[in-house]
């Protein structure tokens, strides 16, 4: 599609893709800050794991700031606790009190657009997208880094991270919206050092099947933003939380600048 020759059209309906990366995910934060700020209100979000996190309390009606403030005062340990390793290192469930608290709609259908929530069903060795149920347990099980964490059960089947399959969501929404936009937060660091363990190796081998299964999906997007600006930043590292949205924010100005989408609302 040329955005550009469709410029006049107020009727084209929006779709917001967003990628899994962990703590990488505040650059949605900062992105959904400059789509707002544009007036580009999305008719249709999809989120794989972290992307899942911010399309939820985006569509339950949460501005960007607030979303800042919810994890203002978290660490990796409020979200998370240690587990025998038995399927995973780390049980989800404070995770799963976090988002009931932070999110105030229990279930996906109830969210003020629609949302879909991605992962993947190991059970039946395919992609899972939820459109209806509890928000946590679905966010729970987009979330949840094979090896890393433990599965999420849901209605007897076995999820984890919708990275393993589909880490940008494109697919699910590209024929329910006019203009897709992408947003990858898993840049992916050539030559970046190896330091061997059980969860490096785990985590990279997740990487990797990650920045290869986005290919197709980065190809259905009409405009895509690619947060190559930080890839230096750890996948668990909530301390920047605000460096890294603020990235997130200034990338998107610059593609929608070039894209002639920019127009802020704050102008005078």
């Known amino acids: 599609m040329d955005i550009n020759s469709n410029m006049g059209n107020d009727k084209r309906t929006f779709g917001i893709a967003l990628s899994g990366g962990g703590a990488r995910g505040f650059a949605h934060i900062g992105v959904l800050k400059a789509l707002d700020e544009c007036g580009i209100r999305p008719s249709v979000i999809a989120g794989v794991s972290a992307g899942s996190v911010v399309a939820c309390m985006y569509a339950a009606g949460l501005s960007t700031d607030e979303m800042m403030k919810v994890f203002a005062d978290k660490t990796f340990n409020d979200l998370a606790e240690l587990s025998v390793p038995k399927d995973g290192f780390f049980k989800l469930n404070k995770f799963i009190k976090f988002l009931r608290k932070a999110i105030p709609i229990e279930n996906i259908e109830n969210l003020k657009l629609p949302t879909y929530i ?30 890393v964490f433990t599965p999420m059960i849901i209605n007897g089947s076995h999820y984890v991270d919708g990275g393993v399959l589909h880490n940008l969501p494109a697919w699910v929404i590209r024929d329910k919206c006019d203009v897709l936009i992408g947003v990858n937060v898993s840049p992916f660091i050539h030559g970046e050092k190896f330091k061997p363990s059980i969860l490096e190796i785990a985590h990279r081998s997740y990487k990797l099947m990650s920045r290869n299964n986005m290919e197709a999906d980065m190809a259905m997007c009409d405009i895509l933003i690619q947060m190559d600006s930080i890839a230096n930043h750890k996948v668990f590292g909530i301390k920047a939380m605000w460096e890294i949205a603020e990235k997130g924010y200034e990338q998107a100005i610059t593609i929608l600048k070039n894209k002639n989408l920019y127009k802020s609302q704050n102008k005078q």
């Open 118 to 147: 991605c992962a993947t069903d190991i059970d039946h060795c395919s992609a899972a997208v939820f459109s209806s149920g509890a928000i946590a347990e679905r966010v729970a099980a987009s979330c949840s880094i094979p090896i």
